[in-house]
């Protein structure tokens, strides 16, 4: 099981935005996922490193920052792993039913369509829902194709 992903743009090249800082967007298609991560060279190579500079990189791939554009189309949630130069891949959110709740920021809708929120910090709250914790995806998984934003440093 390998990490598979494709990338595919309508741009040549990154685009120059600053004197060190160009923008490259397109989509990444993750047909294999694999928890241990291999680089999307689609992404890096539109970059440069900066781990030659004697500084501990924050960035060694060179792209400060890759962002997806909301859910892939197979319902999945990317994250940029700016040290694996690839995306991190999770399970949606889910909704749970907790059958009390104490200290949470409450939404509530009423009959006409409006919303208010109230702090219940001490005020046990009983058939609340909440969002679940996203997990990672399996091994295998085919996790969809997503539209990206990178920024990254350039010549």
Request: one cysteine or more.
């Amino acid at each position: 099981m390998a990490y598979t992903a494709s990338v595919t743009s309508l741009m040549k090249n990154v685009e120059k935005i600053s004197q060190s800082l160009g923008i490259y967007c397109g989509k990444v298609n993750v047909t294999e996922y694999n928890s241990t991560l291999l680089e999307i060279t689609g992404i890096t190579r539109q970059f440069i490193s900066l781990s030659h500079t004697g500084e501990p990189a924050k960035y060694p791939k060179g792209a400060l920052a890759v962002v997806p554009n909301g859910l892939s189309d197979n319902g999945h949630l990317f994250e940029w792993d700016s040290t694996k130069g690839a995306f991190k891949v999770y399970k949606p959110t889910q909704l749970a039913m907790d059958s009390t709740i104490t200290g949470a920021l409450v939404v509530q809708v009423d009959a006409a369509g409006g919303t208010g929120f109230e702090l219940h910090a001490t005020t046990a709250l009983t058939g609340v829902f909440r969002a679940g914790v996203a997990a990672e995806v399996a091994n295998a998984c085919d996790c969809g194709e997503i539209n990206f934003t990178a920024i990254g440093f350039i010549r």
